[in-house]
């Protein structure tokens, strides 16, 4: 009997210990993508339900969310383009656009070298004479085998990303006399 | 009356004291390194996953930087965990019969996101946000380690709150330029002390604050 009470005793107690170790390390919060039973579904993020919004990702039929006015896609950008917007397009090309379509915009990024089917170069005729809403455009519903992007970038760096294409697409047929007279003194 | 312990057992007394103070001793080194060894805190352990995800080939091997995968770094207190649509743009030409990516594509194809394990969990009364630490110079590598040579993933940190304070009472140590956070070949210069107290100047971190206790328990 006693030793009955005693082993009662010490389980309740290693079972005190077992759980008060992990109450506060893991309370009822959930993290980020943790995983729930709570839904069907075992997630504990929720799919927005169909034909709703989230607050502020509100996609109007504008120049801004869809690169087109009045319903064609168009050869301006929603807002003014500085040397900021252009230096945070070149971060988020190269973040998001150099593996495929490469640092020149060639289209001989690393994972074509690993067999990605190739994108066409920016520097053709036929891209060059496309409105800055066509990149727009691409980059979110996707173009032939790219997928879309518009999860990963938001809509302004999207816009930053066209700006930098035009600047890249400028880079590769500059000449000498468009150079500024600073850049043209490091000229060999 | 006679003497309960004959004297030669003050010896074995002595002894016996000095013994138990090894043992206990003993006890608690082990006590001690057990609590700081992988086994507990699970640094270089790697963590079995769904698909043997490879940073080293990615990160290395392709120039992939970390933010294509991990979006939400610069914004939010979660760095993101890629949805599977994010593995599929390049999977859908690269690899399409391999096996091991066989759970990727059923993902896609039945809608079921990847069931990913945790490998950085901190306690839940631990707030912790990213976009502070890399909007502030403190790169991804001085936490996470040498994730780019990584072929499977591990921490290469305890996140013991002594880790934590290490580096918030004296960011200088590790902070570096804001430009530089994803790159994992940087060089701290060598006067990284000094050259760290202008950048903790410059971004405005308010060290003192560092150490409040809400700073990390609210």
Known sequence: MRSAIRHIGALSVAALLLTSCNDMYDGARIKPLERSNFFADGSSSRPLPEGTVARGHAVNNDLLSTGKLDGTLADAFPFAITDSVIARGQDRYTTFCTPCHGRLGDGNGMIVQRGFPRPNSFHTDSLRARPAGYFFDVMTNGFGRMYSYAASVPVHDRWAIVAYIRALQLSQRATVTMLPDNDKKQLP | ?218
Request: glycine fraction near 6%; proline fraction near 7%; charge should be neutral.
């Open chain 2, 1 to 218: 009356m006679a003497q309960i312990f004959h004297p030669s057992m003050r010896v074995v007394s002595r002894a016996s004291i000095l013994a138990s103070l090894i043992v206990i001793g003993f006890i608690g080194w082990v006590g001690w390194d057990w609590y700081r060894s992988g086994y507990f805190t699970g640094v270089n352990v790697p963590v079995e996953q769904p698909v043997p995800f490879s940073h080293e080939h990615h990160v290395n091997g392709l120039g992939i930087s970390c933010g294509y995968c991990h979006t939400s770094v610069e914004k939010a207190a979660f760095a993101g965990i890629p949805p599977t649509h994010t593995c599929m743009t390049c999977h859908s030409q690269i690899w399409t019969g391999a096996p091991m990516l066989e759970p990727v594509r059923a993902s896609y194809r039945t809608q079921k996101p990847l069931e990913w394990v945790r490998v950085h969990d901190l306690p839940d009364f631990a707030y912790f946000n990213h976009s502070i630490h890399v909007n502030k110079g403190m790169a991804c590598q001085v936490c996470h380690g040498d994730v780019n040579i990584m072929p499977l993933t591990w921490k290469s940190s305890t996140l013991q709150m002594a880790w934590c304070l290490d580096c918030h009472r004296a960011p200088e140590k590790y902070i570096r330029p804001v430009e530089e956070i994803y790159n994992f070949d940087y060089k701290p210069p060598a006067d990284q002390i000094a050259f760290g107290k202008e950048l903790v100047k410059k971004y405005n971190v308010q060290v003192k604050q560092l150490t409040d206790c809400s700073i990390c328990h609210r």
